[in-house]
């Protein structure tokens, strides 16, 4: 591979991330996969096998926020902030972390709440909903967990915002599974933080 041809491609790899990016922050695009493949069309590349990363798009979506949507963006991302941290709270006896666009700090106005909560009974947090009247839709998610693809229960609840958040049930023992890191998953504690900061 020449030189010249390797710069080519970093180039066009770099500008499908800003046009992801400016497609989910502008269109409210929240899946990263339909905005990279929209991205590829729209710039002439739809068939490009070289596509950018979650994290490469996530990077160019920091600085488009920062750049163009500096007056609004802080003010939605705390909002969703702390419409996670008072669902956190709610549930707080499952050791709740918020993982995703809202901790990262790329979501925007359409975007999802993501928590992740633990309990050896898998219909503990089922119950727990039922007995505070709290409506959602449930489900299943599958996980790579413990070296291999697991189930587990899932769960959406529509605040009275509108915003969505989704719930996924781990184990116990996942939550000290050692793969917690602090930029991608925090608890009541740091996102507390985070919002006194």
Known sequence: ???????KRDLMREQLAHKAAKLMAEDGITDHAFAKRKAA?????????????NQEVD??????RALYQHDSHPG????????????MRLLAEFHPYLTGSVL???????????????????????????KH??????????????????????????????????????????????????ETHADVAAVGALLAG
Not at 1 to 7: H, I, L, P, S, V
């Open 1 to 7: 591979m020449t030189k010249e041809y390797a710069q």
């Open 41 to 53: 069309r729209q710039l002439g590349a739809a068939d490009t096998q070289h596509l950018p990363s």
């Open 59 to 64: 990077h160019a979506l920091h600085s488009y």
């Open 76 to 87: 939605i991302l705390r909002q969703l902030r702390e419409e996670a941290l008072a669902t």
């Open 104 to 130: 990262s700090g790329t979501a925007g106005a359409h975007s999802d709440i993501n928590l992740m909560l633990f309990s050896d009974d898998a219909k503990a947090v089922l119950l727990f909903l039922l």
């Open 133 to 182: 009247n709290i409506t959602f839709e449930d489900g299943e998610w599958k996980v790579h967990f413990a070296g291999r693809d697991e189930k587990v229960p899932s769960y959406t609840l529509t605040g009275e915002s509108g915003v969505q958040t989704h719930i996924i049930v781990l184990p116990e023992n996942a939550r000290h599974s050692g793969s917690r890191h602090p």
